[in-house]
Every structure is written in structure tokens, then in C-alpha cells.
């Protein structure tokens, strides 16, 4: 499959990837300028960026990135030549497997989009959700009613109706930003038929939005995001899945170092093995794991 329509469809399915591309070859490589792949949480790699030596260091890099979720630019050098200018930012591998050349590697972790769930027609509600696509949000917008399963933020403009329902239905969902477009009196009015413990009140914003003195619906909106983003970016209101965790931290577990050539290397159903002596050993390739047993061999 095409790299853009894999990551669209990762990107429709909220899988979690990192892109990789080759932004510089050096010869003598195999990769190309313009060689991507995607790299999965499970560390595998689908797509062209190298031959075995150079997808081991591509591999653990792009796992190091989705768990910091910051993006890298990665210099695969082979032993002993660093013939690249220095770029403040990069991270350097020195890989003595590589018979030479080296490679520059951009990798972009894609974490889900978080997903606001939208409640309400009337101008305010099209200025947030405008404004929220262009921020990347994932949008799920209903006229009324509705459960927000997976949405980090539940904006409510109702003006009236079953907006107390609503509210409910978004706190017994986990969501971690609830906020009621409304007067400060009646979003109080709002609050007081709901039986409201401390923790899940805070979760609750009404009037919604940070007090910027808000009056159009597009400077509504703002003031609506404005206080999301904060959340997400400071307030830790976008946490990672649980799934992604467990595999970012099955594949940790997975890592050994290659004994010929000190490589780590996350170990996967097609990784180079051997067994001597009745241990396993594994390697970050074909070359490093037929040299150590030629060298072990009787």
C-alpha cells in the first residue's frame, strides 16, 4: 500500500505510528533521499529506510519518539565517520554494521487526534467546531443527547434543553473537560440538578472558556479552545491509550544487546537469531549474527 493512504488509513483507524523518511543519503546506502516507512508501536517497519543495520537504530529511535511524542531528526553514522555537519537537535547513532555512507532520518511520531465531543446547531457551536478542526481536533458533533466514549472534551451549547443530561452522560464517559455554554447564572441553575461530588464539579467549566470577555460566537470559540488546549498541554487533559503504553512497554522489554556489534535491538519473529550452546542470541542482523557464529564455530 501507498505510504499516504497507509497513514490515512492508521490515521482514520487512531493507530498510532511514526513516519519516518530519509531527508539525506550518503553513499555508499541502499536507502534514498525520499525513502519513508512507518513504524509501528510493536516495532514494525513497514516501508524502506535502510537495510537490516540501519533499521535496527531506525526502530528503537522511532519507539524513543512515540513515548516522548516529540519528533527527531536521526544520523545513522557508520564506526568512526561522522562526516555530516553538525545539526543542533539530532540524535546520532553510530552503527559499526554500516560498510558505509550514512543516513539522516526524519521520524514524526502521529499520536490520535484528541476527540471533542460538540453539542449543539447554533452559531457558537459552528464557530467551535471551525475553529477545532483547524487546531486538529477529531470533532463528533450531535444536534443532542449522546454518550462522548474517547473524547477528552465535551463542549455543551444547548441554550436550554437537556443540558444537564448531557453533562451527566460526559462525566460517567471519563471525560476531563466538560464546558457548558451559558451564563454564569444559568449554568448554575444548570449544575444545581446534578449531584455534583468536588471531583467531578472541576471538571465542569461554566461559563465555558477562559474569561477573555468573550461576545461574538467565533470569539467564544476562542475562548472555548483556548482553555482545552490549555488543559491538553499543560493540565495533562490528553493523556496516551493504555494500549499504547502496554506496547511501547512490551517492546522495551523486548530489547537485548546484539553481541557482536553492541547494538540494541527490540527482538521480533524476524529479528537474526542464533543458538550456540544452548543460549539464544540475537543480532541486529544477517552480517553480525553469521560473523559471531563463524567466529564460535568449532
Known sequence: METNAR????????????????????????????????????????????????????????????????????????????????????????????SGGALEIFLAPRLPAARLYLMGTNPAADAVAELARILGLQIERVEEGGRPDGAVAAVIVGLGGNEAESIRAALDAGVGYIGLVASRIRGASVLDQLELDEAERARIHTPAGLPIGARTPAEIALSILAQIVQGIRLGGLARRSPALDAALAAAAQDTVTDPNCGMTVTVRADTPRVELDGQTYWFCSTGCRDQYARERSP
Open 7 to 98: 497513514i490515512a488509513e492508521l490515521i482514520d483507524r487512531r493507530q498510532p505510528f511514526v513516519h519516518a523518511t530519509v531527508v539525506r543519503a550518503e553513499p555508499p546506502t541502499s536507502a534514498r533521499t525520499g525513502d519513508e516507512a512507518i513504524v509501528l508501536p510493536d516495532g514494525t517497519i513497514e516501508g524502506f529506510v535502510g537495510g537490516q543495520c540501519a533499521e535496527s537504530s531506525v526502530r528503537r529511535a522511532a519507539l524513543d519518539a512515540l513515548q516522548s511524542e516529540e519528533s527527531v531528526l536521526l544520523r545513522v553514522l557508520p564506526d568512526g565517520q561522522a562526516q555530516f555537519p553538525e545539526a543542533p537537535g539530532a540524535t546520532v547513532v553510530v552503527n559499526p554494521c554500516l
